[in-house]
């Protein structure tokens, strides 16, 4: 049984400090967020988890992508599509995978143990529209979100090259609110993942009763959801268990919504549930969602904590 995170870590842009990182501000070249990355990676590595993010540090998960789409454009926080989305304009996480990659090998100085590593995030092509207005070219949300989907597969193909993670997440909080187009979302996936030489997960938020079952026929190795923060996610996986006998279930397991550290009992009893249901070779422990807002100290013992029951039954 592994340990990950769902991608978001509390963040402080810095300012430079030493007399390098001022000469390369005066260049422009000073990256504000390079220390943010070092400390998320060390606070997960810290915290005993084992398939770490960058902590996604730069900014909203849906303007990190969007700012370097054509066709889609970002105005006092919202975003609009404006006209026909086409390959972006560069590689999005690329160098801060690679970054917190290299921090990881240098923790473990060169050997990062088996299985472990990064892994690379990308926010759904579904959850990208669906909190967009359409302005121009599209006359409906689908076809958006097939050539966005497109559009993220450049950047999906660009991590399992170039990073080589041990799997990429696809965040897709949107797939639980009913607003979605099962249909379409499935296609989107389906592009996402044609040809990926490395496993996809997919990462859910909120309660899945009534999107449980579509869910479960997606193409996808991993479905990531949330089981600390409602009572209704447990059972439902109890109840349909048989349904994901060809995916790992990333088990969220301490609650993302509450800024402080969960009972230590409560979170043994839910992981126990879990592996009696699905078995501790199909889990993969990780919080229910990102842990942005929450303060750094607190995020930290969250993951700490997991961590503690991971080792408990691993
Ligand atoms: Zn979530």
């Known amino acids: 049984m592994k340990s990950t995170v769902v991608?978001?870590?509390p963040a402080s842009?810095?300012?430079?400090?030493?007399?390098?990182?001022?000469l390369l501000n005066s260049f422009g070249s000073f990256d504000p967020f390079k220390q943010a990355i070092k400390d998320s990676v060390i606070a997960q590595l810290d915290a005993g988890v084992d398939i770490i993010s960058d902590g996604q540090v730069r900014g909203d998960m849906v303007s990190i992508f969007t700012k370097y789409i054509p066709g889609m454009k970002?105005?006092?926080?919202n975003t609009f599509v404006v006209s026909k989305i086409r390959k972006p304009t560069r590689e999005i996480s690329i160098d801060d995978l690679k970054y917190a990659k290299k921090v990881m090998g240098d923790y473990f100085n060169g050997n990062i143990p088996e299985e472990s590593g990064v892994k690379g995030i990308i926010t759904g092509p579904n959850t990208i529209i669906h909190s967009s207005r359409i302005q121009g070219f599209y006359k409906n949300k689908e076809d958006a979100i097939i050539d966005l989907a497109h559009c993220l597969k450049h950047e999906v193909d660009a991590i399992a090259k170039k990073v080589e993670p041990v799997y990429i997440q696809v965040d897709e909080p949107f797939l639980s609110t009913g607003m979605v187009e099962m249909k379409t979302a499935r296609e989107a996936i389906d592009i996402i993942k044609e040809g990926l030489?490395?496993?996809l997960g997919m990462h859910v938020c909120g309660i899945l009763d009534s999107a449980f079952k579509d869910l479960a026929k997606f193409n996808v190795d991993i479905l990531d959801m949330e089981f600390a923060g409602n009572n209704v996610n447990l059972g439902v996986l109890e109840k349909n268990a048989s349904?994901?006998?060809?995916?790992?279930?990333?088990?969220?397991?301490?609650?993302s919504s509450v800024n402080e550290v969960d009972d230590k009992s409560d979170v043994?009893?839910?992981?126990?549930?879990?592996i009696d249901i699905v078995g501790k070779e199909n889990l993969l422990l990780d919080p229910d969602c990102g842990l942005r807002r929450a303060p750094k100290d607190v995020a930290f013992?969250?993951?700490k904590l997991m961590n503690e029951i991971k080792d408990k039954y691993s």
């Open 13 to 22: 842009e810095s300012s430079p400090s030493n007399f390098k990182e001022k």
């Open 268 to 274: 043994d009893e839910l992981v126990k549930k879990a």
């Open 7 to 9: 991608g978001s870590f």
């Open 301 to 303: 013992e969250k993951l």
């Open 243 to 255: 349904l994901l006998s060809d995916k790992k279930v990333g088990f969220g397991c301490v609650d």
């Open 197 to 199: 030489e490395v496993p």
């Open 74 to 77: 970002i105005e006092e926080g």
